[in-house]
């Protein structure tokens, strides 16, 4: 496992991931720092994970990176107390503005998601350095976008990794992939940035043509990708003008998050096999 995981996570150390974001800056690529984690068992592990993204916060800017923190809710506590999550996600937004850096809610399955999104709402009342994530694959997610309140808005669109219930998400790949363009173009016509957090072309290609037909500038939209998935897909995205970023997440608990998400969603397993043995680079 830690063979085919070693081309996604960089290494266990914060020094492992810097080092990938010195890498990926020598290519012209942007970046964003996880740490590997979900669901802590208590309030001290939770502040222990703001102190150490605080840690990688410093080091970004210390090292002039172009890249900002991205963290799971459950992670800084959301399944012990959503007053806890919020507080400690206000620390460290607050850490990152002094910064001048940037911090990313993510999202997880559809059990955290109205907790997660009233814990983004108190953010936004109080700090602009704040976005969020939404997943096409859910059915709720147009009608979500509809109530974030007004003001700067930043979102990184995904599909969704998880594999939800039928009754409440979309569970074949071409509705979950018109989903994901009816959002990003609705957000779009909010006037929010958005992070097209994709390896599908196809889609990809929609979404640009819709920019490029509406006058949207690279100032509103970049392109997130995992490493080590379809490097040579990256490289055809920057070379035509359009920024990218790359998520690198790193950390000790490597190998029971990896396992978690394999549970989750056994298709992972496809994808990673395809990726290692070179079918998408």
Not at 21 to 46: K, Y
Not at 69 to 88: F, I, Q, R
């Amino acid at each position: 496992m830690r063979s085919l995981s070693s081309r996604y996570i960089p290494g266990e150390t914060l020094d492992d991931a810097l080092r990938e974001l010195r890498a990926l800056r020598d290519e012209d690529f942007t970046g964003i720092i996880d740490i590997l984690g979900e669901d802590v068992a208590d309030e001290r592990a939770a502040r222990s994970v703001v102190q150490a993204y605080g840690k990688a916060a410093e080091a970004i800017k210390a090292e002039e990176l172009d890249a900002y923190v991205s963290v799971k809710p459950t992670h800084v506590g959301l399944n012990l107390s959503e007053d806890l999550a919020a507080e400690l996600y206000a620390e460290l937004a607050r850490k990152c503005a002094e910064l001048d850096l940037f911090l990313r809610v993510e999202m997880e399955d559809h059990t955290t998601t109205d907790a997660t999104l009233r814990v983004f709402a108190r953010l936004r009342a109080e700090f602009d350095n704040v976005g969020i994530v939404l997943q096409s694959r859910l059915f709720r997610t147009p009608t979500d976008i509809d109530a974030i309140p007004a003001g700067p808005l930043s979102v990184r669109m995904v599909k969704g990794i998880y594999l939800e219930p039928g009754k409440i998400a979309h569970v074949d790949p071409d509705p979950i992939r018109d989903e994901y363009v009816a959002c990003a173009i609705k957000l779009f016509e909010r006037g929010a940035f958005v992070s097209i957090a994709t390896h599908d072309d196809v889609l990809a290609d929609a979404l640009t043509a819709y920019c490029k037909e509406h006058g949207i500038g690279t100032d509103r939209y970049e392109f997130q990708v995992l490493l080590g998935v379809r490097r040579p897909l990256w490289r055809a995205w920057r070379d035509a003008g359009h920024p990218v970023r790359v998520y690198v997440p790193f950390g000790p608990e490597w190998r029971a998050y990896s396992t978690r998400r394999l549970r989750k969603n056994p298709q992972i397993v496809r994808h990673l096999m395809r990726d290692f043995f070179s079918l998408g680079d």
